[in-house]
């Protein structure tokens, strides 16, 4: 059964700031999650355009998380069921990412995101339907609340306190019960999960596995995108760019995969000693 569910992610900085800190925490996360046998691969990462989305950024990439499969699926399947196959299109404000599973041939699941100057009030930017607005299910998450599960443990768990954090550079923060409420700037990630994995005796299970994970990762990654705020502010999408091109050669090393070329650009200069040092410092951080 196909299932929809919206995260709502409300986060304390501008429109222009979130497109950075997206960018540097995705780098940083790759980086600290990918090692020899699992982690992330980038097969493209390269400009598009077209007629849906207009100009934007497209990458594909694929994830080994073998580690991070439950028993019960591992006991079912071997334990590489869980390498994704993920494209994306990001045309900042909007995105779309399809992620699929060459085990579960028919599984999918897709998140559709719009970025709004709000804070998470508005109640259909995904101009769906009333089918689909009667199927969805929405969940506003906050990125203060300490609370964990299994899952936040599979993801990984930073130990940002944010009732007690303030930003150096910025001064933003402590974020206290309500913060959403009284933040400026502010905006809000809405992130339209859909998901479907038609296979008898395990399908629900599967799909309930899965936005269970995702959700999971969309907390802690939003929580490193303001916990990390005073590393990446004042940083411009340009010099993010940058880095993240060395950074996916740096990955498909790690992981001994063949290197990356993202455009015309000779690799080689791209992964220097002096490239591999600076992506190194943010990483370390």
Same mark, same amino acid.
């Given at each position: 059964?196909?299932?929809?569910?919206?995260?709502?992610?409300?986060?304390?900085?501008?429109?222009?700031?979130?497109?950075?800190?997206?960018?540097?925490?995705?780098?940083?996360?790759?980086?600290?999650?990918?090692?020899?046998?699992?982690?992330?691969?980038?097969?493209?990462?390269?400009?598009?355009?077209?007629?849906?989305?207009?100009?934007?950024?497209?990458?594909?990439?694929?994830?080994?998380?073998?580690?991070?499969?439950?028993?019960?699926?591992?006991?079912?399947?071997?334990?590489?069921?869980?390498?994704?196959?993920?494209?994306?299109?990001?045309?900042?404000?909007?995105?779309?990412?399809?992620?699929?599973?060459?085990? *579960?041939? /028919? %599984?999918?699941?897709?998140?559709?995101?719009?970025?709004?100057?709000?804070? +998470?009030?508005? =109640? !259909?930017?995904?101009?769906?339907?009333?089918?689909?607005?009667?199927?969805?299910?929405?969940?506003?998450?906050?990125?203060?609340?300490?609370?964990?599960?299994?899952?936040?443990?599979?993801?990984?768990?930073?130990?940002?306190? *944010?009732? /007690? %954090?303030?930003?150096?550079?910025?001064?933003?923060?402590?974020?206290?019960? +309500?913060?959403? =409420? !009284?933040?400026?700037?502010?905006?809000?990630?809405?992130?339209?999960?859909?998901?479907?994995?038609?296979?008898?005796?395990?399908?629900?299970?599967?799909?309930?596995?899965?936005?269970?994970?995702?959700?999971?990762?969309?907390?802690?990654?939003?929580?490193?995108?303001?916990?990390?705020?005073?590393?990446?502010?004042?940083?411009?999408?340009?010099?993010?760019?940058?880095?993240?091109?060395?950074?996916?050669?740096?990955?498909?090393?790690?992981?001994?995969?063949?290197?990356?070329?993202?455009?015309?650009?000779?690799?080689?200069?791209?992964?220097?000693?002096?490239?591999?040092?600076?992506?190194?410092?943010?990483?370390?951080?």
């Amino acid at each position: 059964m196909v299932q929809f569910k919206e995260f709502r992610i409300v986060m304390p900085m501008s429109l222009e700031e979130y497109q950075v800190s997206q960018m540097y925490m995705v780098m940083k996360m790759q980086q600290q999650s990918t090692n020899g046998a699992e982690g992330v691969e980038v097969l493209e990462n390269r400009p598009f355009q077209d007629d849906i989305f207009g100009r934007g950024q497209y990458t594909s990439k694929v994830y080994r998380l073998q580690s991070k499969a439950p028993a019960w699926l591992t006991s079912i399947a071997p334990t590489d069921a869980l390498v994704m196959q993920e494209e994306a299109w990001n045309a900042y404000p909007r995105c779309k990412t399809v992620i699929k599973c060459p085990y *579960f041939t /028919k %599984f999918s699941l897709t998140i559709e995101t719009v970025h709004r100057a709000d804070n +998470g009030t508005s =109640e !259909n930017v995904h101009g769906l339907n009333e089918d689909q607005l009667a199927a969805r299910q929405v969940e506003i998450i906050d990125i203060a609340s300490a609370e964990k599960d299994y899952w936040s443990y599979v993801i990984g768990s930073s130990n940002f306190d *944010f009732s /007690k %954090f303030k930003s150096a550079k910025t001064g933003r923060g402590p974020l206290l019960d +309500g913060w959403q =409420e !009284n933040c400026s700037p502010v905006m809000t990630a809405y992130k339209l999960v859909t998901i479907d994995a038609p296979y008898w005796g395990f399908g629900y299970r599967l799909e309930q596995a899965m936005l269970a994970g995702e959700r999971a990762l969309f907390v802690e990654s939003h929580r490193n995108c303001f916990g990390w705020i005073d590393e990446w502010f004042g940083m411009t999408v340009q010099q993010i760019r940058k880095l993240e091109q060395q950074g996916d050669c740096l990955l498909n090393e790690k992981i001994s995969r063949p290197i990356l070329l993202t455009d015309a650009t000779d690799c080689e200069q791209s992964c220097s000693h002096n490239s591999e040092r600076q992506v190194t410092q943010v990483i370390h951080t």
